[in-house]
């Protein structure tokens, strides 16, 4: 039997690969700017396991793989994450995805659903925990955690 390994990424269209590009592109040069570059990680496509972040010792359901996260190098904590998902698909997957890591990770700082449509329009959800259930709450993409506004960052969508 064959041992087939793919990145997590594949069969994603390429413009949420756009988006996750964009987002890094503009984090990275945020950071940069602030001069704190070295101090913080930018990950596309990653699993939580590749981060320190294992199944068993932190009770997931599953290695779960996240669209962006930043991390701090320093402690591997994750701050912030964002899943990137096609506007009109049955989301319960990723809302339970983001519930498990917001519940777990006491480090996530902020959580964004980044919705696109096929025509590259976009809307943004920042999601949070109010006593232990997720609320999704459409917001202008303003991240306070990065001083960035997420969606004036997607220049590939223009």
């Known amino acids: 039997m064959k041992n087939k390994t793919t990145l997590a990424g594949i069969g994603n269209k390429p413009i949420h690969q756009y988006i ?53 190098k320093k402690s591997g904590d994750i701050l912030f994450l964002a899943e990137i998902e096609r506007e009109g698909m049955n989301i319960t997957n990723t809302k339970n995805k983001i519930s498990e890591c917001l519940k777990t990770i006491p480090t996530i700082k902020e959580a964004f659903i980044i919705k696109f449509t096929m025509c590259g329009e976009t809307s943004f959800e920042l999601c949070e925990l109010v006593k232990g259930k997720l609320i999704c709450t459409p917001t202008s993409s303003t991240s306070e955690l990065l001083d960035i506004v997420l969606k004036t960052s997607l220049i590939s969508l223009r």
């Open 20 to 72: 996750i590009s964009d987002l890094i592109f503009a984090i990275r040069k945020k950071l940069v700017a602030k001069k704190i570059a070295s101090k913080y990680g930018v990950l596309p496509e990653i699993t939580l396991s590749e981060i320190g972040y294992e199944t068993t010792s932190y009770n997931f359901s599953k290695n779960h793989n996240i669209d962006l996260v930043v991390i701090e």
